[in-house]
């Protein structure tokens, strides 16, 4: 089974910032909305290990499901670029823009792309979700 990984790199209250890879190799960025006790609709989901499954989506089409995440349904990976694009989804793009303090994803499309090339040929595959920012340094 095709496996890939989001390496959390980032989070704040403005977020959580990943980079999206298939086995050392980055591909993508990601964007998830910060922490909030794994709430529906407003938090981002807890790290592990996950079955995603393709699924057409009514609003993003051609999307991957992230499946067995406890106590939440729909979760999608879909291109986004602003948390205001997410409810508890993770958004896929390919670089991060903006001011420090109002960070957001550009060329979400092309990241997107991206990711869903390394995807057509599967109906499902393994994501690990990893939280590596903790311990990052202070600007203080």
């Not at 089974?1 to 990943?18: A, H």
């Not at 980055?26 to 592990?48: D, K, M």
């Not at 995603?52 to 989506?57: G, N, Y």
């Not at 999307?63 to 406890?70: D, K, L, R, S, W």
């Amino acid at each position: 089974m095709k496996q890939l990984s989001i390496m959390r790199v980032g989070k704040s209250d403005l977020g959580i910032f990943g980079v999206m890879r298939q086995g050392q190799v980055p591909f993508a960025l990601t964007l998830e909305l910060p922490w909030r006790e794994n709430q529906e609709n407003i938090s981002s989901i807890p790290a592990g290990t996950y079955l995603c499954q393709r699924i057409v989506s009514p609003h993003f089409g051609d999307v991957f499901e992230v499946t067995n995440v406890p106590g939440r349904t729909h979760v999608l990976l879909h291109k986004a670029n602003f948390l205001t694009d997410l409810k508890g989804c993770i958004g896929v793009g390919e670089r991060f823009d903006g001011p420090v303090t109002a960070p957001f994803l550009s060329e979400s499309k092309k990241g997107f792309d991206q990711y869903m090339a390394l995807v057509a040929d599967v109906d499902a595959f393994r994501l690990t979700i990893v939280d590596v920012s903790e311990g990052g340094t202070s600007d203080e």
